[in-house]
């Protein structure tokens, strides 16, 4: 199994201003996987993370509001860009194993004031 | 476009009853199927996961059974206990690249 470190836990944000999340995974992992769960609803993904290559981006999300960097094979940051309120949201990482188990980050809890 | 629906979306039972939480989905195309346990704070924790292939698993007291030509997945927990209060959620994979197209979740609360 693998241990997912995310940070922050949580934070409250101005409008405007952008918040970069961070994974760190305990082993080595071909992808990881970013999710936005809006309150009251279930877990949507964002994007894909691959070591070396762009990250591909899910339907209705762009490079420009959720940039991602993924330098190595353990590490990976998302960034919410320009907030706004309907950013309001738990983000979370994710990683699959060589069993094909996800699992997941606690989550970063983010209120946009 | 896949879509995973849960029912219900709320339950509440005594402790000691069996819980059945239900999944369907609309494509039977799948590659797997996951269920999961959410608290609040801590993410997110697989329970179980069922290769298309395969009808059923089983760990400890929870047992998942997986009907693709229905489209439907149960989620069975015996003898619930206080500590099986949370959500959960089903979670079906289309490819083999991960990604998970999730359902609203099922939020259950067992009352000593």
């Known amino acids: 199994s693998a241990v997912i470190s995310q940070k922050p836990s949580r934070d409250i944000c101005q409008r405007g201003t952008s918040l970069t999340i961070q994974c760190q995974v305990d082993?080595?992992?071909?992808?990881m996987f970013w999710y936005r769960q809006q309150p009251g609803q279930s877990l949507t993904l964002i994007a894909t993370?691959?070591?070396?290559?762009?990250?591909?981006?899910e339907s209705g999300f762009v490079i420009d509001k959720f940039p991602i960097s993924r330098p190595n094979l353990t590490f990976s940051t998302l960034t919410v860009s320009n907030m706004s309120p309907e950013d309001s949201s738990i983000y979370l990482c994710?990683?699959?194993?060589?069993?094909?188990?996800?699992?997941f980050g606690s989550g970063t809890q983010l209120s946009v004031l | 476009k896949q879509e995973v629906t849960q029912i219900p979306a709320a339950l509440s039972v005594p402790e000691g009853e069996n819980l059945v939480l239900n999944c369907s989905f609309t494509d039977s195309a799948i590659y797997n199927l996951q269920w999961f346990r959410q608290d609040p704070g801590k993410g997110l924790t697989s329970l179980l996961l069922i290769q298309s292939s395969q009808r059923e698993q089983t760990s400890g007291r929870l047992n998942a059974s997986l009907d693709k030509s229905s489209g439907r997945s149960t989620l069975y927990i015996a003898a619930s206990q206080p500590g099986d209060s949370a959500t959960y959620l089903c979670a079906v994979e289309t490819d083999s690249w991960g990604k998970l197209q999730f359902g609203a979740g099922t939020q259950v609360v067992v009352t000593p």
């Open positions: 993370a691959n070591q070396g290559s762009e990250a591909t981006y």
């Open positions: 082993s080595q992992v071909t992808m």
């Open positions: 994710s990683v699959r194993d060589l069993a094909e188990k996800l699992f």
